[in-house]
């Protein structure tokens, strides 16, 4: 049986922008040779028509569990878009379902993780463009194994573990090495192994994130979080020595002279807090069943786009989105009939002040913003959302021609 491996994303680019600070010389040289050059972004045809701005960069980071089956590009699970905009001195991170129903270039419809499958970095850009209407500048495609490395490097990280994620924890796989397989309830310090077992999890529910593919990526962003925080505490050199050893896992079509610059950007924002975003927004998607009794997330894809744009791009007015473009009565389902069960529904026992960041509360800026932070960490908002698991039939009505999803590697349990 395979195991899938570890969806995390490691924010490379807050990273390297901190590393590349101190770097000099020696680190210099380090960094022309440590960087795993791919085909640029902006060799790909995605049309003129995409959202920009010239005071904004998007990077497209991609999980990738390459090798997980022989001969494909890997599962691309874990999808998000870090953004610099230098005229709001903001940095951004937006979460992509990849249970998104889209249309991939020359593929049909189908999941949104499965563009990665069929083409790359490449195709799953044209995805992203032609279903969301945004330029992409550069990307990151890592595997996450090196994640682990990263966290032994800085002595572990501190995570919190509910009662059940740690029984879960110890009674699976999850965590790979057996040894390791004693974590506890409340906060310890994880070790590279246990904290991404940890970030594996979506068989859990969990009272912070909710449960499904929700309280994964949930825990996803505290494992990210928790590692960032680690690293700034280390020298600058050590953290150079992280970094530069990082780049060897990671393809990018950033060269040396590109991160070097990025550095500059970054540092000038002088800001601690990242900003979250996740599509679909609660209150903008349904669940429901496509090809081969495929679940998915029928998006308001109106609604998303018109968040991304003042997200990303501080274009337009806030507003709810949801109210704003028909919530889910405008969900695209593409012939497919969707769930009866909602969208929105929340997980028991969750507080007021972790709860999901929904289309309703975007009444002001801060609705975007962490809730606390200091000089010395970032702290981003919990995720509070539930994935109710859909149960419809199949298409009630005829469906478009699709092509069928790359088989999934079973995870062990």
Same mark, same amino acid.
């Given at each position: 049986m395979k195991i899938k491996q570890f969806k995390i994303i490691l924010s490379i680019f807050l990273i390297i922008g901190i590393a590349a600070g101190s770097v000099l010389g020696y680190y210099d040289a380090r960094l022309e040779a440590s960087i795993n050059t791919g085909e640029s972004l902006s060799s790909v045809d995605v049309g003129d028509d995409l959202l920009s701005d010239s005071d904004v960069i998007n990077i497209l980071l991609v999980g990738s569990d390459h090798g997980a089956i022989k001969g494909d590009h890997g599962r691309s699970d874990s999808i998000m878009i870090a953004t610099i905009n230098q005229d709001t001195k903001e940095l951004k991170?937006?979460?992509l379902m990849r249970d998104i129903y889209v249309e991939i270039p020359g593929h049909g419809?189908?999941?949104?993780?499965?563009?990665?499958?069929y083409g790359g970095v490449e195709l799953l850009y044209q995805t992203i463009a032609k279903n969301f209407g945004i330029k992409i500048d550069k990307y990151c495609v890592v595997d996450f194994e090196t994640f682990e490395k990263v966290i032994d490097k800085v002595g572990g990280i501190e995570i919190s573990l509910e009662e059940k994620e740690a029984e879960y924890l110890n009674s699976t796989n999850y965590i790979s090495k057996a040894k390791y397989r004693n974590v506890k309830a409340g906060k310890q310090i994880l070790n590279g192994n246990q904290a991404? !077992? +940890?970030s594996r999890i979506r068989h859990v529910v969990s009272q912070k994130y909710g449960d499904g593919d929700f309280g994964r990526t949930g825990r996803q962003r505290a494992v990210l979080q928790a590692a960032l925080n680690k690293v700034l505490d280390q020298s600058p050199t050590k953290i150079a020595d992280i970094a530069l050893d990082a780049l060897s896992?990671?393809?990018?079509?950033?060269?040396?002279?590109y991160l070097k610059s990025l550095v500059t950007k970054v540092i000038s924002l002088g800001t601690t807090e990242i900003d979250q975003q996740r599509i679909p927004l609660e209150g903008t998607y349904v669940q429901g069943r496509a090809q081969s009794n495929m679940f998915v997330f029928f998006i308001n894809f109106d609604a998303?786009?018109?968040a991304l744009e003042y997200f990303l791009f501080n274009k337009g007015s806030e507003k709810d989105w949801a109210k704003e473009y028909g919530g889910t009565s405008n969900v695209e389902?593409? !012939? +497919?009939s969707r769930s009866s069960s909602s969208s929105t529904s929340s997980t028991s026992g969750t507080t007021s002040s972790t709860r999901s960041t929904s289309a309703s509360t975007y009444s002001t800026r801060r609705a975007y913003r962490s809730t606390s932070a200091?000089?010395?960490t970032r702290s981003t908002r919990s995720t509070t959302e539930r994935q109710t698991e859909a149960t419809t039939a199949p298409a009630t009505t005829a469906a478009p021609a699709t092509t069928a999803a790359p088989q999934q590697p079973e995870e062990q349990e």
């Amino acid at each position: 049986m395979k195991i899938k491996q570890f969806k995390i994303i490691l924010s490379i680019f807050l990273i390297i922008g901190i590393a590349a600070g101190s770097v000099l010389g020696y680190y210099d040289a380090r960094l022309e040779a440590s960087i795993n050059t791919g085909e640029s972004l902006s060799s790909v045809d995605v049309g003129d028509d995409l959202l920009s701005d010239s005071d904004v960069i998007n990077i497209l980071l991609v999980g990738s569990d390459h090798g997980a089956i022989k001969g494909d590009h890997g599962r691309s699970d874990s999808i998000m878009i870090a953004t610099i905009n230098q005229d709001t001195k903001e940095l951004k991170l937006t979460s992509l379902m990849r249970d998104i129903y889209v249309e991939i270039p020359g593929h049909g419809h189908n999941k949104l993780n499965a563009a990665y499958a069929y083409g790359g970095v490449e195709l799953l850009y044209q995805t992203i463009a032609k279903n969301f209407g945004i330029k992409i500048d550069k990307y990151c495609v890592v595997d996450f194994e090196t994640f682990e490395k990263v966290i032994d490097k800085v002595g572990g990280i501190e995570i919190s573990l509910e009662e059940k994620e740690a029984e879960y924890l110890n009674s699976t796989n999850y965590i790979s090495k057996a040894k390791y397989r004693n974590v506890k309830a409340g906060k310890q310090i994880l070790n590279g192994n246990q904290a991404l !077992g +940890y970030s594996r999890i979506r068989h859990v529910v969990s009272q912070k994130y909710g449960d499904g593919d929700f309280g994964r990526t949930g825990r996803q962003r505290a494992v990210l979080q928790a590692a960032l925080n680690k690293v700034l505490d280390q020298s600058p050199t050590k953290i150079a020595d992280i970094a530069l050893d990082a780049l060897s896992d990671v393809s990018t079509d950033m060269d040396a002279s590109y991160l070097k610059s990025l550095v500059t950007k970054v540092i000038s924002l002088g800001t601690t807090e990242i900003d979250q975003q996740r599509i679909p927004l609660e209150g903008t998607y349904v669940q429901g069943r496509a090809q081969s009794n495929m679940f998915v997330f029928f998006i308001n894809f109106d609604a998303n786009k018109a968040a991304l744009e003042y997200f990303l791009f501080n274009k337009g007015s806030e507003k709810d989105w949801a109210k704003e473009y028909g919530g889910t009565s405008n969900v695209e389902t593409f !012939g +497919y009939s969707r769930s009866s069960s909602s969208s929105t529904s929340s997980t028991s026992g969750t507080t007021s002040s972790t709860r999901s960041t929904s289309a309703s509360t975007y009444s002001t800026r801060r609705a975007y913003r962490s809730t606390s932070a200091t000089s010395a960490t970032r702290s981003t908002r919990s995720t509070t959302e539930r994935q109710t698991e859909a149960t419809t039939a199949p298409a009630t009505t005829a469906a478009p021609a699709t092509t069928a999803a790359p088989q999934q590697p079973e995870e062990q349990e």
